[in-house]
């Protein structure tokens, strides 16, 4: 086994498999830039490595600096969580020339897979069944309206190196295949540095269902089931789980087996994904992510089986250590990926913030992946997805239940995160049901929904947070015996100055409240006369200055309260030695107005 591996990654998944390291005995070696100098994986870690600037192109995109500080460090494995270069075959040769080993998929393997068209190719090969298409690539207009004849419109143009959607385009009929084959083109070439394009049968409404593998490198093949990531919001995932509500054993049974067998026929090693669309009872291959996957959690907790470990063992040329018997799928789970997002707003991301408080639940059933704690800065230069929460129960719908608590005992402030939107999904029939297509979230779903979930559930909103200050005061109180949380807000008004002596039992009692930095502290000096407010209001005027003598009955200041003008009096008399408020002031009953000697 390693004795030090080097994570190319940040966040939740660096954190992810730096646990799995710990469990091996392995020695942790981060990689961070400018921009996550105290993140969650960089305080996780054994040691750590600037890589350089916030920019991802500059750090964690960067070859050479990676491999570079795990040389530095003496690390003997490369593991490279998802996103960034995990499925960068020419990093993962790179990874493989030097003296560290790469946890993942050799980068051969990486290239067979990683083109659609020959992808599709092996596939089918295997008779794994692929989506009725072209397996080469197409080059004119003349051949996508061949390919259409025959298998009916609406076909859809894919980009060969796409993904995630872009590069996707649908042609519903004769007259649009010119643009779209145009567009699909461009894309390709802009984001993927390759124009070539195949064609496909469109499937209007799939679900996207995934097959978890393990493969060692004696040429164990292993399924891990499947998991339902139809759930997907402008091709983003939302939630995940396993297993999927959409298919009976037979069909569970027929597609584990032919992942299986695609990734076997690919000579693959390490942890991998294939996708499938799955329509009308029958299913068809569409990708392989040969790296881990966000949602392989939801696969962990049905199985028992540690995903991420298994990469590091079969690594290191370690044997798979079960049959596929072994493989026993028990209860259910599902993900939420919390995303700082308000999803109020077309799900934008949240632009900064401090997590002012950061209660994730627990309790039986609860796993949260995350790679922060409460007081950090939100780091926004990549993907706001900020922890995942993993809740598995003994069915289905014992899971939705167990979410909907663990949801509700989640505690975030300082940004808005998508948790209202996660509630909003547990209480829809659809999902409840366990009807939902890929479609559903971007064409079916009444968005004003969205809105009220957020109202009902999201940051307490300030009415006008732009101009308004708000100060806002949490109390505990018994009645009877009973125990009541009562939250004050103020509005509109300055922080009032806090009176901290006083000696009258009058002074108005502060919990913990954020202070402004302009309040001041207040002492209250000598014995004489206190004049305090008897109701909560504003200070219209002040009528009397320091040093002023004023005789019992003198007017001090006018409060408005209640819509009412109150004379505020001296009782006694005296000389004004501190003057406390001014006009303007908001004034709590009890607080020390005027002090005379
Ligand atoms: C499809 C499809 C229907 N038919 N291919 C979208 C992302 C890319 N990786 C593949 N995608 C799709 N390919 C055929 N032939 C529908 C989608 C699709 C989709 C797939 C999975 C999850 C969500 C989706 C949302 C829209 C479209």
Redesign the pocket.
């Known amino acids: 086994m390693f004795s030090k591996v080097l994570v190319a990654n940040r966040g939740e998944i660096a954190v992810r498999v730096m646990r799995a390291c710990k469990e091996l005995g392995i020695r942790t070696v981060a990689v961070y830039s400018d921009a996550d100098k105290h993140s969650g994986h960089v305080r996780y870690a054994d040691e750590a490595y600037n890589i350089g600037p916030a920019r991802a192109a500059d750090s964690y995109l960067d070859h050479e600096a990676v491999i570079e500080a795990g040389e530095k460090a003496g690390a003997d494995a490369v593991h490279p969580g998802y996103g960034f270069l995990a499925e960068n075959a020419e990093f993962a040769a790179k990874v493989e020339e030097s003296e560290m080993t790469w946890v993942g998929p050799s980068a051969a393997a990486m290239e067979r897979l990683g083109e659609k068209t020959k992808a599709r190719a092996l596939m089918q090969k295997a008779d794994v069944p692929v989506?009725p298409g072209t397996t080469e690539p197409v080059e004119s207009a003349e051949e996508v309206k061949e390919i259409a004849d025959e298998y009916g419109y609406p076909v859809?143009i894919k980009a060969e190196g796409?993904?995630?959607?872009r590069g996707?385009k649908v042609v519903h009929n004769e007259d649009e295949v010119e643009d779209q084959l145009e567009t699909a083109q461009r894309e390709g070439e802009a984001y993927f540095d390759n124009a070539s394009v195949y064609v496909?049968?469109?499937?209007e409404a799939?679900r996207?269902i995934e097959v978890q593998i393990l493969a060692d490198k004696h040429g164990n093949v292993r399924h891990l089931g499947e998991r339902d990531?139809?759930l997907?919001r402008r091709?983003q995932k939302v939630i995940e789980e396993a297993p999927s509500p959409a298919l009976d054993d037979d069909l569970r049974e027929r597609i584990g087996e032919a992942a299986r067998r695609g990734v076997d026929a690919a000579d693959y090693t390490n942890a991998g994904t294939v996708e499938f669309?799955v329509e009308d009872g029958e299913f068809y291959f569409?990708?392989v992510n040969t790296r881990i996957q966000v949602e392989h959690t939801v696969t962990e907790q049905v199985t028992g089986i540690d995903v991420v470990k298994w990469q590091l063992r079969v690594a290191a040329g370690e044997e798979l250590a079960f049959s596929q018997d072994d493989v026993e799928i028990d209860g259910h789970s599902m993900e939420f990926r919390i995303n700082a997002e308000n999803a109020a707003n077309d799900f934008a991301p949240a632009t900064g913030g401090t997590l002012e408080t950061y209660d994730p639940p627990g309790g039986i059933g609860v796993r949260m992946d995350d790679a922060l704690r409460q007081g950090d800065d939100l780091v926004t230069d990549y993907d706001s997805m900020i922890a995942k929460l993993i809740v598995t129960a003994g069915d289905r719908e014992e899971c939705i239940i167990r979410s909907e608590r663990a949801l509700e005992e989640f505690d975030i402030d300082g940004f808005h995160t998508i948790i209202p939107f996660h509630r909003l999904m547990l209480t829809d029939e659809t999902f409840r049901a366990g009807e939902h297509t890929?479609?559903y979230l971007d064409e079916e779903l009444d968005t004003s929904r969205i809105e009220q979930a957020v109202e009902k559930w999201g940051l307490a909103e300030s009415g006008d947070d732009e101009e308004e200050e708000v100060t806002e005061r949490d109390f505990t109180v018994e009645v009877n015996g009973k125990r009541f949380e009562v939250s004050l807000e103020e509005r509109g008004a300055p922080a009032i100055p806090t009176p901290a002596g006083g000696s009258s039992g009058s002074t108005r009692s502060r919990p913990d409240v954020a202070e402004s930095d302009e309040e001041e502290e207040v002492v209250i000096e000598g014995d004489g006369e206190q004049i305090a407010a008897e109701m909560q209001g504003t200070i219209l005027s002040v009528d009397v200055e320091e040093g002023d003598e004023v005789a019992s009955g003198d007017v001090v200041c006018v409060l408005e309260a209640m819509k009412m003008e109150n004379d505020v009096v001296a009782e006694r008399g005296g000389t004004v030695s501190q003057i406390l408020v001014g006009e303007g002031d908001s004034v709590d009953m009890g607080d020390v107005l005027v002090v005379l000697e």
């Open positions: 989506v859809a796409g993904g995630g959607g996707l496909e049968k469109y499937l799939p996207h990531c139809s997907q091709h669309l569409m990708e890929t479609k």
